[in-house]
T-cell receptor, first 111, second 114 residues
């Protein structure tokens, strides 16, 4: 059974710092991995999608990597801003085409 | 191109009642999936529809049921509501059963059962 874990559960850093969020999964048989952002009480905004054959994807200040063999993905945020404060979730699309989710990392960027 | 829209945005129901939540998928998407997100947790997969047929279901009881219509919009029905059903319900759409496509999510329906 696929399980997805995100560490840390919460993170608070000063504005301007670079930071890394971690996501691990137990079964490497995935189609892709997607990183999402969720603001309090809101829906999910897709940030980056990495196919199983890819190693990384970049969008602006965000860079996501995928190491399928070790069951790990990282989301790197450069030059963090207060507007980056949100919960970040990762999800893998497993062999049954279902999205399996981590519990998220709550990120607070202090001005 | 319109995104995924869900209605209503908020809903309060009494234990034992029934509720219907609605979702319009993104233009061109024919796959819709539903998720339940309790406070402070990641979403949990309820079920998925592809071209009006259910093609995947998570660990939810039969009182959670759904439909997908010819225009690919979808409904989630929950019977005999329980207090633990209080959650944010998210709908997502995708293009086809191709797993290489990502999902686009709606803003969710916040259901409170009292």
């Amino acid at each position: 059974k696929q399980e997805v874990t995100q560490i840390p559960a919460a993170l608070s850093v000063p504005e301007g710092e670079n930071l890394v969020l971690n996501c691990s999964f137990t079964d490497s048989a995935i189609y892709n991995l997607q990183w999402f952002r969720q603001d309090p009480g809101k829906g999910l905004t897709s940030l980056l999608l990495i196919q199983s054959s890819q190693r990384e994807q970049t969008s602006g200040r965000l860079n996501a990597s995928l190491d399928k063999s070790s069951g790990r993905s990282t989301l790197y945020i450069a030059a963090s801003q207060p507007g980056d404060s949100a919960t970040y979730l990762c999800a893998v699309r497993d062999s049954n085409y279902q999205l399996i989710w981590g519990a998220g990392t709550k990120l607070i960027i202090k001005p | 191109e319109t995104g995924v829209t869900q209605s209503p945005t908020h809903l309060i129901k009494t234990r034992g009642q029934q509720v219907t939540l609605r979702c319009s998928s993104q233009s061109g998407h024919n796959t819709v999936s539903w998720y339940q997100q309790a406070l402070g947790q990641g979403p949990q997969f309820i079920f998925q529809y592809y071209r009006e047929e259910e093609n995947g279901r998570g660990n939810f009881p039969p009182r959670f049921s759904g439909l997908q219509f010819p225009n690919y919009s979808s409904e989630l029905n929950v019977n005999a509501l329980e207090l633990d059903d209080s959650a944010l319900y998210l709908c997502a759409s995708s293009l086809g059963a191709d797993p290489n496509y990502g999902y686009t999510f709606g803003s969710g329906t916040r259901l409170t059962v009292v």
